[in-house]
């Protein structure tokens, strides 16, 4: 699966975003779906989650109530809805995809990044 994110922009704390991550493919529906981030000097962070079904749902502590993870699987389509952004959230935020088959946690398919700025 080829992954494509888009979205990010230069926003101001309070404000929301949504980013958008197309998927290629006729099995976008076997992946399990999900969020990260980077920021500068920082570890790549996994934000949120999503099962192959949209059943399931995860997200960290930092954005759990502020973001929301869904999937449009007849469109090949991850979103993440931000709100209340806050400076902290500035970040370039990647998509990323795994099977069943991989390992608990790993994800194998990454999108490019698409950056993320708030400012205050």
Same mark, same amino acid.
């Given at each position: 699966?080829?992954?494509?994110?888009?979205?990010?922009?230069?926003?101001?704390?309070?404000?929301?975003?949504?980013?958008?991550?197309?998927?290629?493919?006729?099995?976008?529906?076997?992946?399990?779906?999900?969020?990260?981030?980077?920021?500068?000097?920082?570890?790549?962070?996994?934000?949120?989650?999503?099962?192959?079904?949209?059943?399931?749902?995860? !997200?960290?502590?930092?954005?759990?109530?502020?973001?929301?993870?869904?999937?449009?699987?007849?469109?090949?389509?991850? !979103?993440?809805?931000?709100?209340?952004?806050?400076?902290?959230?500035?970040?370039? !935020?990647?998509?990323?995809?795994?099977?069943?088959?991989?390992?608990?946690?790993?994800?194998? !398919?990454?999108?490019?990044?698409?950056?993320?700025?708030?400012?205050?």
């Amino acid at each position: 699966v080829q992954l494509q994110a888009s979205g990010g922009g230069l926003v101001q704390a309070g404000d929301s975003l949504r980013l958008s991550c197309a998927a290629s493919g006729r099995t976008f529906s076997t992946y399990d779906m999900g969020w990260f981030r980077q920021a500068l000097g920082k570890e790549r962070e996994r934000v949120a989650a999503i099962s192959r079904s949209g059943v399931s749902t995860a !997200y960290a502590d930092t954005v759990k109530g502020r973001f929301t993870i869904s999937r449009d699987n007849a469109k090949n389509m991850v !979103y993440l809805q931000m709100s209340s952004l806050k400076v902290e959230d500035t970040a370039v !935020y990647y998509c990323a995809a795994r099977t069943v088959a991989s390992a608990p946690g790993k994800y194998e !398919y990454w999108g490019q990044g698409t950056q993320v700025t708030v400012s205050s």
